[in-house]
Structures are given as structure tokens and as C-alpha cells.
């Protein structure tokens, strides 16, 4: 519904045609990068300019940034509460602690109104100062002043729900029956079988159902009949291949979904991206290669400096956690994994590769 919100206001102020939304992606994609790369230098100066040679280098293979769509609308939402987590831990002054206790709680909880995986980063943080907690003793002054940082931003994310809420019953644009809320569940049972993907076969009783607990019932059927058809072995297997289809396609599964694009290409840019494109088999190739590349420094990398120590921790922690998501629930492509490129990229910018295969030798 937020995502719809924010359509709906911007189609208001320039209008409701394929470009305005295309300039919406486009802003979306600049403000993230913004954030991001001030939340490097709060972390660790000396790797800005290398986040954003990185940042340069994905804008030329993301040609999602003219795609109207959550997928690239949330990307602010999630750098802007990780630069807020990066205010509470980094800044010295109050001011700003509380600035960034209100930035993460807002802007964890619109992301989470607007797509739910948003808040998987905000997980990883939990899980990392539960258990930074856990293995170091702190002084009872800083308990105390983690408390209130806690407050406020549980705080700041109650009064966007309570003001989602607000707006929600009161709108007029569009009708909506809560009592027909999709369950989660849902999306579990779509997520067990065939390629793991969306399937129309799961969908179309959803679609008939009178209640959310009704969907409920026929998700948990669902579930039920396939966990039997499968061995510990085949599941497995499943897993590998569904894991497969979520992570192997560098392009993010560009071209894949619809027909958006219908006209011929008549420059370089849309001669590399677009379906009758001469260069687009370039692209696939190009992209495919530094695909391979960061997935390779991701998986050798260690921490540069003790200040990166924590947040490469964390953000490992957070992408591992995106691609769980994405093994139980709906996946089955790689377009889904757009909504985790904030912590792709903090992570290779946060990376020292030559560092790490010095230390295989």
C-alpha cells in the first residue's frame, strides 16, 4: 500500500505517465546512493571513493533505474535507516543520535509497509548488538543510554504506523478489504514447488477466497501435500536449484518479466539494454562477469580496519539473511535481489579483497 501512496502523490504533483514514474525510479536510485556513501564515510572514510567508483560501475549494468517499481522505489528506505544505524553508533553528539534514531525508526518502517523484506538489514542489526551485548560487558551507563536510543526509534516507527494507519482508513483512491489480506503463509507454500517462483495455480485460489483465513487454510493444505511429496534428499536438491534461480543471474532477470519496451532502439543506451538491442548479448555478458566478481569478493573479503569489523558483520549477516528469505518464501528469480543491493554494495565498498587472499597464501 505504501508503495501505491507514493505513486499516487507523485502521479498527483507530475502527472501519471511511464516517464514521471521513470524519473521517480531514477531519484530513488540517486538517493540511495547518497545515503550509502555517507553512511561509508561515517564508517570508514578511506573507502568512499571506492564505494563510489562501485556505485558508478552498477549504475552502467542497472537498467532497472527506468522501471517503475518497489523494487527500486525501497532501495532510499533501506539506506536511509542504515545511515540512521550509522548515526547512533558513529556520532558523538546527541543531536545526531537522535537524529538517527529517528531516521532508522521512520525509514525502517516505511520500507517495511512498503515491501516487508526491507526490514531483514534492521534484523541483522538486532541479531549483531544482541550479541555484541551477549559477549561484552558494558558499563550500565551505556545500557541505559541504549535504552533510550531503543525507545526512540521504536518510538519514531509507531508514529508512521499509527499514521499509515490513519491515512489507510481514510483514503478514497482505492478500496481495500483487510478482511482479504494475502497471508503469509501464502507466499510459503508458493515458495515450496516447481522453481519456487510466483505460480498462477496458487494465486487463482487467493483470488476466489472469501477470507484471510480461508487462504490460511488452503496455504496450509498446500504446504502439507507437498512437504509429503518430497525426501530430506529432494528437498534439498530443491533448495540448491531454487537458491540457483534466486542468485546465478547478474542481470537481476532483466527482460525476463513483461513487455515494457516495444519500441526500437535509436541510441547507444537503449541499444545496450533494450530487446532488439545490438549490444543487449554485451550486456548479459558484461554483467554476468562482474556478477561473478562481487559474489567472489563477498564470499573472501574480511574486515579492513576495526572500525568496518562490526558492519561487515553485519551486513554479511543481513544478505545471508535476504537470500534465507528468499529459500522459504516466493523467489524462484533473481529480480529479487534488488531490494538487497544497499547491503551488496556497503558490503564490497566495506571490503578489502586483496587483503583476504593475502591471508590464503
Known sequence: MTGLDTEYFWSSLFGASWLSFSYLSFLCVDLFMVTSLI?????????????WSIFLIWLSVFPYIIVPYTDTTVLPLISTYILGYTLLKKATSRSQQIIGAFLLGIFAMLGYLMKPTAVIPLIA???????????????????????????????????????????????????????????????????????????????????????SDEMKKISKKDIQTRISEYTPYTYGLFLIYKNYNNTADGSFGWLQEGNFIDQQPSNFVQNWVYPNGKYLNSFYVIVQILWIL???????????SENSRLYLLLFKVALLGGFAYLLIFEGGRSRYLIQFIPVIILLLGLSNFSHSTNNLN
Open 294 to 304: 562481487a559474489l567472489l569478493i563477498l564470499l573472501l573479503t574480511k574486515a579492513s
Open 125 to 211: 542489526i538486532i541479531v549483531v548488538e544482541l550479541l555484541y551485548l551477549f559477549f561484552n560487558r558494558t558499563k550500565k551507563e551505556d545500557n541505559l543510554k541504549l535504552i533510550i536510543k531503543c525507545i526512540l526509534v521504536i518510538i519514531a516507527a509507531l508514529c508512521v504506523q499509527f499514521g499509515y494507519q490513519i491515512k489507510t482508513n481514510n483514503q478514497k483512491f482505492v478500496h481495500i478489504d483487510q478482511k482479504l489480506k494475502v497471508p503469509a503463509i501464502h507466499f510459503i507454500s508458493m515458495g515450496m514447488h516447481d522453481e519456487g517462483g510466483f505460480s498462477q495455480i496458487d494465486a487463482g485460489p487467493m483470488y476466489s477466497a472469501h477470507s
Open 39 to 51: 553512511s561509508i564515510y561515517l564508517i570508514d572514510k578511506t573507502k568512499t571513493f571506492k564505494t
